[in-house]
């Protein structure tokens, strides 16, 4: 056996725990049932204290040919030490390309949000639903946006949906994908030029107890339509300290039902890898989710045609927090893509279906580039 060898059994055997809450100690521990996702599950799962974060994400496809992220934050990830500092992000591509990104830090006292249900307000911004039906009001500088969102898929999660870290599984990251995807009614002004169109949308929540940089290296993240196919596709790999574990998340439904969500059977590929010249981040051109299911397989490929953001997390901090978080080594990084989502049906070597369709996805990177 080589020195090599060695060294790389002797870290794994070092390394700190990581793993998806699958056991029934699991869903128990955290009140929620396995068959079935309760609506309080979309409500405030915070305090805002220092050290936890939650955000109520939403994105879509319109039929105008405009891009739209919206997302509602207890605080900015950079800087989640703080205690609850209300944030609203949109993120605005217009037909004709041009990129609006805005991000906006609101007053704590004008913050509220229910336990019970998905109901956030800051202000005069709105952002609440049922796990089917969603509403969602929002204004930034020159930017309004009315938009509803109608679930066509059922709220669905990967097992618990609680990714623990830790001997005993202290450390939490959370994710609920409430609408994996729905019908999308939209009304955006920019500079009071208004458009209203309809498309095609999904929601989640995500939430946590401890800085995600600490927890995970980076991820991958993806979801989209093609023909009678949608999934959900994520790739976790966890910081050196958890050994590097990689965490996949795979969901695949069929005309509206989920056929397949098994990570276990999941092969991830990362093709074309290139250094991203602002971020410095390697990043696939092509990234490729094999599930396979005795002799089923489904292939899932994302194939790179152009960035819609690629920005530093540091472009976000201000101040003397910039120049600490620099000393620090701070080195995060999130960039999102547009390109072909294509989903092969096999039996065998013989491919059965397959269907093409535009996606986004985005690569979140918390570590530094890993040699």
């Known amino acids: 056996m080589s020195a090599v060898?060695?060294?790389?059994?002797?870290?794994?055997?070092?390394?700190?725990?990581?793993?998806?809450?699958?056991?029934?100690?699991?869903?128990?521990?955290?009140?929620?049932?396995?068959?079935?996702?309760?609506?309080?599950?979309?409500?405030?799962?915070?305090?805002?204290?220092?050290?936890?974060?939650?955000?109520?994400?939403?994105?879509?496809?319109?039929?105008d040919g405009a891009k739209l992220v919206v997302v509602f934050q207890t605080k900015e990830l950079a800087e989640i030490n703080k205690p609850l500092t209300p944030t609203i992000r949109i993120d605005l591509t217009l037909p004709n390309g041009t990129q609006l990104d805005k991000l906006v830090e609101l007053d704590p006292a004008k913050f509220s949000a229910?336990?019970?249900?998905?109901?956030?307000?800051?202000?005069?911004?709105?952002?609440?639903?049922?796990?089917?039906?969603?509403?969602?009001?929002?204004?930034?500088?020159?930017i309004e946006l009315d938009i509803t969102l109608t679930g066509q898929l059922p709220a669905w999660r990967p097992a618990t949906g609680y990714f623990l870290f830790g001997e005993k599984g202290e450390d939490i990251f959370a994710w609920l994908p409430s609408v994996p995807q729905g019908k999308v009614t939209a009304t955006y002004s920019v500079n009071g030029d208004t458009h209203t169109t309809s498309g095609v949308g999904y929601h989640d929540h995500n939430w946590g107890n401890v800085a995600m940089l600490k927890l995970m290296h980076h991820w991958y993240w993806a979801r989209g339509k093609a023909g009678p196919y949608s999934v959900i596709n994520s790739y976790i790999t966890a910081e050196k300290k958890y050994g590097y574990t990689e965490l996949p998340i795979f969901m695949l439904a069929r005309d509206g039902k989920v056929i397949a969500d098994d990570p276990d059977k999941v092969r991830f590929e990362e093709l074309g890898r290139y250094t991203d010249e602002h971020t410095g981040k390697p990043v696939g051109n092509v990234t490729r989710y094999t599930y396979a299911d005795g002799d089923e397989r489904y292939v899932i490929t994302y194939t790179r045609h152009r960035d819609l953001s690629t920005m530093k997390f540091l472009d976000e901090v201000k101040g003397p927090k910039k120049l600490a978080a620099r000393l620090l080594g701070f080195d995060g990084a999130y960039l999102r893509f547009t390109g072909e989502l294509r989903i092969e049906h096999y039996r065998g070597d013989e491919l059965l279906d397959g269907h093409a369709d535009e996606a986004l996805w985005e690569l979140m990177y918390f570590g530094h580039a890993r040699p």
């Open 5 to 63: 060898t060695v060294q790389k059994e002797r870290s794994s055997l070092m390394s700190v725990p990581t793993r998806l809450g699958t056991k029934p100690e699991d869903y128990e521990r955290f009140h929620i049932r396995q068959s079935e996702i309760q609506l309080w599950e979309d409500g405030r799962r915070t305090d805002g204290s220092p050290g936890d974060y939650e955000w109520w994400y939403f994105d879509a496809h319109l039929d």
């Open 114 to 142: 229910s336990k019970e249900r998905c109901d956030v307000q800051v202000g005069e911004n709105t952002f609440s639903g049922d796990l089917h039906a969603y509403t969602i009001h929002a204004k930034v500088d020159e």
